[in-house]
């Protein structure tokens, strides 16, 4: 066995578990980096994993699999940066470790992040979110469910991971309720819950049964619901929804547009962006300024306030220099 063996092993057991106390979902996350990487380097070299050196995994190996991500595997470039960041932490700490192979190390970490293109947020209307809740059956325990997880999500905004982790202790009915979670960076945070919400996840929990430390949501089984569960019940709801109302139809719904719901609302009913970021558990409020610039109301409402100018209009500046031409039609 070589020496990348135990250091792929130290790095999550030392590194991430005990020094950065990481999240189940980061560790998850690296894992499944570490996993593809491997499995990809295996069918390009033969070299089984525990044959691996951390010379195997050169910038030039490291670059043909983030390649590999988004042409083969169909990922998208955010997945492909994050990807990037889990190697990235991994040959950081080989640096400290291994000196002794710091020029291949210093390769690997000068390969750059991809740029994203930063599209215009989706998310859905009054209407669209009313026809969304309306299409659970609640006829059946899967419907009333669903009814109550998508309320509860369009309400709070909660990540899709934080509503898979919720248990039924963390939906607090006394005075002042609220939603607890566990979020992104393991920072705790309180989202205050509107009556009707309320009400739902309240028949909801009466219905669910079991003790304080169980799974709020959980599949037929008694199992935690997971990821792909929820977004598969969603489109399934989307598709009945789509009936009543026909915007739904070839809009893409996932579960992260019901979180942009959540932030949408809240925006448009007056509510400053700081406390939008507060709600919705940002780091920076850099990252809620998208709803701002997606919300065309603000700035239909911003334009109607700036006055005509009094300036006559004035020709086309024309430059005369043949390369000033030139450099103005670029």
Not at 240 to 254: E, H
Request: glycine share 6%.
């Amino acid at each position: 066995m070589t020496s990348f063996a135990p250091l792929l092993q130290s790095f999550f057991t030392d590194r991430l578990m005990t020094q950065r106390q990481a999240s189940p979902n980061t560790i998850a996350s690296y894992r499944d980096t570490f996993k593809l990487l491997l499995g990809h380097v295996q069918e390009q070299t033969g070299k089984t994993p525990s044959a691996m050196a951390i010379g195997d995994l050169d910038a030039g190996t490291i670059t043909g699999f983030l390649t590999h991500l988004e042409t083969v595997r169909g990922n998208s470039v955010r997945t492909r940066n994050a990807r990037l960041a889990a190697i990235h932490s991994l040959f950081a700490y080989a640096a400290l470790r291994h000196p002794e192979q710091a020029a291949v190390i210093q390769r690997v970490l000068a390969i750059p992040t991809a740029r994203i293109q930063r599209n215009i947020v989706s998310w859905l209307d009054r209407d669209e979110a009313d026809a969304l809740l309306a299409a659970c059956n609640q006829g059946t325990r899967t419907g009333r469910r669903d009814h109550a997880l998508f309320s509860l999500a369009i309400q709070t905004g909660l990540r899709v991971s934080e509503l898979i982790g919720l248990n039924i202790a963390d939906i607090h009915t006394g005075t002042g309720p609220h939603v607890h979670c566990l979020g992104k960076g393991r920072k705790e945070r309180r989202t205050p819950l509107l009556p009707a919400v309320l009400e739902i996840l309240g028949s909801w929990i009466a219905e669910r049964g079991g003790t304080a430390e169980d799974p709020l949501f959980t599949t037929t089984t008694g199992r935690r619901l997971s990821r792909d569960a929820i977004e598969q019940r969603l489109r399934v709801t989307v598709a009945t929804a789509a009936a009543s109302r026909p915007s739904l139809n070839g809009k893409r719904v996932t579960a992260h547009t019901m979180r942009h719901t959540a932030a949408m609302r809240l925006l448009q009913s007056g509510v400053d962006t700081t406390v939008i970021a507060l709600w919705l558990g940002h780091e920076q409020i850099s990252t809620t300024n998208i709803y701002i610039h997606a919300d065309m109301t603000l700035k239909e409402n911003a334009i109607a306030k700036v006055a005509p100018s009094a300036v006559a209009a004035q020709g086309r500046y024309q430059p005369t220099d043949a390369v000033i031409a030139f450099l103005e039609a670029l």
